[in-house]
């Protein structure tokens, strides 16, 4: 028996909604809200604080949109150190996201243009009076729109992102804006190494 006002279950009263025109719901990996929880569980973190995971606070939210690039750079902190998550979202796919832990290198005003080879010099951690050196070569140049968000608001720069990468494994990804650079360091962690609490973010007012 066909329900009154209804057909296979839909009303033929009133407006229908489409359901393609629905907003999709956020994906956990992208947008996580300032103040979540972050825990990580990799090897590097394991080595430099001991515990199995550690957790961290969500304070500054970096996204880049640039020509195949949709990249966010979660920087969490401790009540010691501050950390990288990183996520970057894989071009032809409509869902596939890589997961990196870096930190932040440096910051400076740059001088000369950024070379195409560099070296950095990293503590030797068997030997505190020797240092350990890792050449970067790079292998791209994207401008992008970036997006900072914190607990102060948000802004919107244009940059220029310049990857590079040493071995298999290790990379480097330094922001370029106006006069100013950020040097990365980081490396790729897997999805089961980090676990996310997203803070709780009230629904705009309604006028």
Same mark, same amino acid.
């Given at each position: 028996?066909?329900? @009154?006002?209804?057909?296979?279950?839909? &009303?033929? @009263?009133?407006?229908?909604? +489409? !359901?393609?025109?629905?907003?999709?719901?956020?994906?956990?990996?992208?947008?996580?809200?300032?103040?979540?929880?972050?825990?990580?569980?990799?090897?590097?973190?394991?080595?430099?604080?001991?515990?199995?995971?550690?957790? =961290?606070?969500?304070?500054?939210?970096?996204?880049?949109?640039?020509?195949?690039?949709?990249?966010?750079?979660?920087?969490?902190?401790?009540?010691?150190?501050?950390?990288?998550?990183?996520? +970057?979202?894989?071009?032809?796919?409509?869902?596939?996201?890589?997961?990196?832990?870096?930190?932040?290198?440096?910051?400076?005003?740059?001088?000369?243009? #950024?070379?195409?080879?560099?070296?950095?010099? =990293?503590?030797?951690?068997?030997?505190?009076?020797?240092?350990?050196?890792? %050449?970067?070569?790079?292998? +791209?140049?994207?401008? !992008?729109? #970036?997006?900072?968000?914190?607990? %102060?608001?948000?802004?919107? =720069?244009?940059?220029?992102?310049?990857?590079?990468?040493?071995?298999?494994?290790? =990379?480097?990804?330094?922001? #370029?804006?106006?006069?100013?650079?950020? @040097?990365?360091?980081?490396?790729?962690?897997?999805?089961?190494?980090?676990?996310?609490?997203? !803070?709780?973010?009230?629904?705009? &007012?309604?006028?």
């Amino acid at each position: 028996m066909a329900l @009154f006002g209804r057909k296979n279950g839909r &009303s033929l @009263f009133g407006k229908q909604k +489409d !359901a393609d025109a629905r907003k999709p719901e956020r994906h956990e990996l992208v947008d996580i809200p300032i103040d979540s929880m972050i825990e990580l569980s990799d090897i590097t973190t394991y080595e430099e604080t001991g515990d199995t995971s550690h957790a =961290f606070k969500l304070v500054t939210r970096k996204k880049y949109e640039g020509e195949a690039l949709r990249r966010y750079m979660y920087h969490i902190r401790d009540a010691e150190e501050e950390v990288v998550v990183g996520v +970057d979202h894989v071009a032809g796919t409509k869902e596939d996201y890589e997961i990196s832990r870096w930190i932040v290198d440096d910051e400076c005003e740059i001088g000369d243009p #950024l070379p195409d080879e560099m070296t950095l010099y =990293f503590p030797d951690p068997d030997n505190e009076h020797e240092d350990i050196a890792v %050449e970067y070569s790079r292998q +791209d140049v994207v401008p !992008a729109t #970036l997006t900072v968000t914190d607990a %102060e608001g948000e802004g919107k =720069f244009e940059v220029e992102i310049h990857e590079y990468i040493a071995g298999d494994d290790e =990379f480097m990804s330094i922001e #370029l804006c106006g006069d100013w650079l950020t @040097f990365y360091v980081g490396t790729m962690i897997s999805r089961a190494d980090i676990e996310i609490y997203p !803070a709780y973010e009230s629904e705009p &007012s309604r006028k």
